[in-house]
């Protein structure tokens, strides 16, 4: 079973992470990160480097497709041509296309939503009915025929746990989820928009929009750190 990860310049990283690490507990699979090109991937914060380690090209036909969301660069991913292409070219053979947080938006760019039922971060809420989806407020994790949305980031575990299950059984996501302890005991109930408290959701809100308006910090991770990322990377490729 090939599973694509998307990644990009941008991204939220625990919207791809926590999936990978469910899905790694799988005895049998194959993990791709993919973009337009193989090197590194810097993360929203600016610090952060993930490696796509195939392109596009490379994964015509993956079995599973998650793409995650991103706390400012959403819109630009959104118009971006060569993942809106190669996502409706994979779609009709996959066993599931799914998202994480605003991830949900992408496919929805990608003209995947449309008509289905759909979840994803409570700020993007608004932009799915835009696009002919049909919103679901308060679920985790939705599904729609072979279209998975979750929620914020930590939504992905959740939806990784259920696509196991859907693919490999109970007892495998069970074991995933013993695997990696996943037994979420939250010290506050403030992970809904729902239930935080007013003041909590202001400053909230007020910071996801700094985060929209403030460019990305790129330029905070030296380039001699990108170079090296991506011989490590080629190297890797090279030994598979």
Same mark, same amino acid.
């Given at each position: 079973m090939q599973i694509a990860f998307v990644?990009?310049?941008?991204?939220?990283?625990l919207d791809a992470i926590g999936p990978y690490e469910v899905f790694n507990c799988l005895p049998s699979r194959e993990l791709r990160f993919v973009w337009k090109k193989v090197g590194p991937v810097v993360a929203d914060s600016g610090r952060l480097v993930l490696g796509a380690t195939h392109t596009f090209e490379e994964?015509?036909?993956?079995?599973?497709?998650?793409?995650?969301?991103?706390?400012?660069?959403t819109p630009t991913v959104m118009a971006d041509g060569a993942l809106l292409e190669w996502l409706r070219a994979v779609h009709p053979n996959t066993r599931f296309t799914t998202s994480v947080c605003s991830g949900a938006m992408i496919l929805a760019a990608a003209g995947l939503l449309e008509g289905h039922r759909a979840t994803t971060h409570w700020a993007?809420?608004?932009? !799915?009915? #835009?696009?002919?989806? &049909?919103?679901?407020?308060?679920e985790r994790v939705v599904q729609s025929g072979k279209i998975w949305t979750a929620a914020g980031v930590s939504a992905g575990i959740d939806l990784a746990l259920r696509l196991v299950e859907a693919l490999e059984g109970q007892d495998e996501a069970e074991i995933a989820q013993l695997l990696i302890e996943y037994d979420p005991q939250p010290p506050f109930d403030a992970g809904h928009l729902s239930r935080a408290r007013p003041e909590i959701r202001k400053v909230a809100q007020r910071r996801l929009a700094a985060a929209g308006t403030n460019p990305r910090a790129l330029l905070s991770v030296?380039?001699? !750190?990108? #170079?090296?990322?991506? &011989?490590?990377?080629?190297?890797?490729?090279r030994r598979g």
């Open positions: 990644v990009y310049p941008g991204m939220t990283v994964t015509p036909q993956p079995d599973l497709v998650i793409v995650p969301g991103s706390t400012a660069d993007a809420m608004p932009m !799915l009915q #835009r696009f002919g989806a &049909q919103a679901e407020r308060d030296p380039t001699i !750190l990108l #170079r090296r990322w991506s &011989q490590t990377l080629f190297r890797t490729r």
